[in-house]
């Protein structure tokens, strides 16, 4: 890991929020005492500012900034982000979380009781996002810091080893055992990383399931009964809160992470690069909510051949498809992370996606032997320990 | 005998198609009717050269003869020169009988049918015609009467005339009781009609009293009365071969070239010279027209369609004005402002044409911003109210760029906003898609004339958005300034939580920062209102 990217927006903690929050707020008070025109940098988080190190693994920002300047024009939307600043940092202070929508109702509240704050009033909650987003560009921290929590889906994790101990906003522990929770998963919410990990036996391996149906599925066939490991389900591109959870696995338990998916250009794009190396809207987050080190397992474009599975052409009426292969011919030529030649396999199979115009889905490992149900469980663990994966 | 019968028919073949003649639905009937009776009115008036005072009744006396129709009373009063006792059957009963058929000028009406077929409209719906009271100068008492038309002779017919006093030197009053159906608003309505006709005829005073309304009066705001420019002859190369050979008819005996001479304009020594060089023998030209046949005249007709003709003169076209127009469009109501242009006059498909456009936008009309501009087409300052798809002005509106100027347009479309955009063509040989007048003929030069104007109207127009627009960005920055400042610095006061001598401090800087702006924006307003005051 570079010391650049080490240092910086990411090694901010939560508790540094509020000192850096006052640091900006002084700032923009002793320019304005000297009529001096404020501007706040923010990182600028798109493909053409994202860098790649393999050795660092993930995507990161590059040196550009966007510059906000407080003029007529931006005096609205820098009068809002103070006011729901405050908001926020009081929750910071106080241990309280909220959702967006919650933070765009608290912020009407705070109009009505105070007609002064009248001009401040959001029409819409987009306008209300729109100045959270803002102010994690100025603090250059992510919502989750500042206790505002999307509801995140995805994560529904089983294991039979697993006990994650989570220390609660009053200083209390809960301890939390996945193997006494039956079929049941246990779903990582909020800040993952916050969360400490054990295991009862040593764990041998985490495989992330695309489909969460199928995930539930291996569970139910005895899969995490048969193998020392954790099985999550990711439930499409993952969010934040999925993306925090395993970097916490990887970091802490540092078991082999496999990823088990769809052969088709969206999965590698936008699920697995975003799983492995994080987004380029996330540049500044990247470090805590992506894992580096996970492989992925599958569907590779050779098993079509070696398990005979059923793969059909990318519908070229279906604007969604069209629209991911296109993307993913963009990536190649754009993207650091498959740019970099240790991502060349990964590179690879989108070559042939793109070459071969066809897709195949996780699901169809059930089709080499229908009476068995084991059978995708038998190929997972095939590849795993033969190393079929890139 | 075969004249008997050209005229009975002419009656009769009317009155059997009024519909081609503006009598086509119930709607059109009252405003072609009112609209007939005011042309004849103002042509009156100027061919006399006195400023016209009209006063219109409209009235609604119970249900009409036809079905969902009201019998409808319409007056009209003039302070015109008056007709003579012997002209008013012809005037109201004679079909074709105008002394203005083919001249040439840019009168309203051009071939005496319109009057004639409201008095038959009034015959076949409530079995009277029209009403007259008429004096001129010379009468000492005002005639009285009643005008049919006899449809088998297409002759006028004179009933219950009386001689009466009357408080006017000289005038005309006309009044039909038609069945028909009122529309005061929106494009076809009588309320539109009465405005257009206003706005192009700046010199007329207008009274009307509409049903369930208190009199108005549009007072007029210039007391020059248009030149009415000379009549001009037709110019050869305009003329189909029929209307050629018809136009030798009213020269009677006459040598041919003599009368290519006189009866057509841009045609002289050098053409006759040119017109023999093509092979039109001396002889021919000698021949007087009425002894020339079919074959000669189609020989004549196609050898000088071949010979470079200069392009007829302009000066037969008559201009509103862009002063006139600016004080007249003020007449339409409360205006925020406006912008008017007269392109000079020009030829279209060698006809002389003059394209005058007003553009205003109303004050009391501010909120309507998604609909369509409201249009006022004119030909020959007579207001145009139907079929307006079809016409040359509307085409020439939407193939303008109007957002270029501050409009809200939808794509090949008319624009939006609440704008009234009058668009005038005149020209002595207006060519209309039917009888009644409604459509202006779109031809490819004509829109192209009346586009460049609307794109120079389009360009005064802007000029005025542009400046409100500066001040509303004035505006919008000093309350956003007073509005957002103080909020932002006390804020920033509570998070940092200094002191009150920081917060005033920081007011003033924010204030000293954000004023600097305001100061720009309002050098710029004063830019635009620079750039504004050769219009106003």
Sequence with gaps: ?390 | MSSKITTSSTAEYFSKNLQQVGFSSHVKAVLTTLKEAVDNALDACEEQRILPEIEIWIQKLGPGSLKNTDRVKIRVLDNGPGIDSDDVPKVFGEYLASSKFGRGRCSRGQQGIGISAATTWAQLTSATGARVITKTKTMRKALKCTVEVDIKNNKGVIKDRETIDWDRTSGTSVEFEIDGRLQLNGEAGLLTYLNGTALVNPHLTLHYNLPDEKRTTIVRVSDVIPEIPEAVEPHPHTMKLGEFIAHSHLYGRIKAEAWLKKGFSRVNEGTIKDLKKAGIKSQVLDKNVDALNEVEFKDLYLKIQGIPLMAPATKSVLSIGEEALAKSIKRLGEVDFFSVLSRKPTICDFKPVQVEVAIARLFDKANESDSPIQIIRFANRVPLQFDKSACAIVSAIETVNWRAYGLTQPKESVPQGPYILAVSVVSPFIKFKNASKETIDASEELVEEIRRALIQAGQKLAKHIRREDKANDLEEKIRHIEQFGPILVEGLIRITKSSQARKKAAEEGLMKLLGREARDAEAELKEADKALKPLV
């Excluded at chain 1, 020392?228 to 993306?243: D, E, F, H, M, Y």
């Design chain 1, 1 to 390: 890991m570079s010391k650049t990217h080490t240092s910086g927006v990411s090694s901010r903690t939560q508790q540094d929020l509020p000192t850096l929050s006052k640091e900006i707020c002084l700032r923009l008070l002793s320019d304005l005492e000297r009529a001096k025109r404020p501007i706040l940098y923010a990182t600028k988080c798109s493909l053409d500012n994202a860098v790649y190190n393999h050795k660092v693994g993930y995507l990161t920002p590059g040196e550009k900034k966007v510059a906000t300047e407080l003029n007529v024009s931006s005096v609205k939307k820098m009068s809002r982000a103070i006011f729901l600043l405050e908001v926020l940092l009081r929750n910071v202070d106080t241990g309280g979380v909220n959702t967006k929508r919650e933070l765009y109702y608290i912020a009407k509240g705070e109009v009505k009781h105070n007609s002064r704050l009248k001009p401040l009033d959001f029409e819409d909650q987009i306008e209300s996002d729109d100045s959270i987003d803002f102010i994690c560009e100025m603090l250059e921290c992510y919502r989750e810091d500042l206790n505002c929590f999307a509801n995140d889906r995805g994560g529904q994790t089983y294991s039979q080893q697993l006990i994650v101990t989570e220390t609660l906003p009053d200083g209390e522990k809960a301890v939390v055992e996945l193997g006494k929770l039956g079929t049941s998963p246990f779903q990582p919410k909020n800040r993952p990383q916050k969360f400490k990990l054990s295991s009862k036996k040593p764990i041998d391996f985490c495989l992330i399931v695309e489909s969460e149906g199928t995930a539930n599925t291996l569970v139910a066939n005895g899969f995490t009964k048969r193998n020392s490991c954790i099985l999550l389900g990711a439930q499409g591109v993952p969010s934040n809160a999925v993306r925090a959870w395993c970097k916490t696995i990887q970091d802490q338990l540092q078991v082999p992470m496999y990823f088990f998916g769809d052969l088709d250009a969206y999965t590698l794009q936008n699920i697995f690069r975003t799983l492995k190396a994080g987004s380029a809207a996330s540049l500044i987050r990247n470090q805590d909510y992506s894992a580096p080190d996970v492989k992925f397992l599958g569907v590779l474009p050779e098993d079509i051949a070696k398990y005979d599975l059923p793969d059909y052409a990318v519908k070229e009426s279906d604007a969604q498809e069209v629209r991911a292969l296109k993307k993913a011919s963009d990536a190649l030529k754009n993207d650091p992370f498959f740019q970099d030649k240790r991502n060349k396999g990964l590179a690879q199979i989108m070559n042939w996606l793109l070459k071969n115009k066809r897709r195949c889905e996780q699901q169809s490992f059930f089709s080499v032997n229908p009476k068995d149900p084991q059978m995708p469980e038998k190929i997972i663990m095939e590849k795993i320990r033969k190393q079929i994966f890139v």
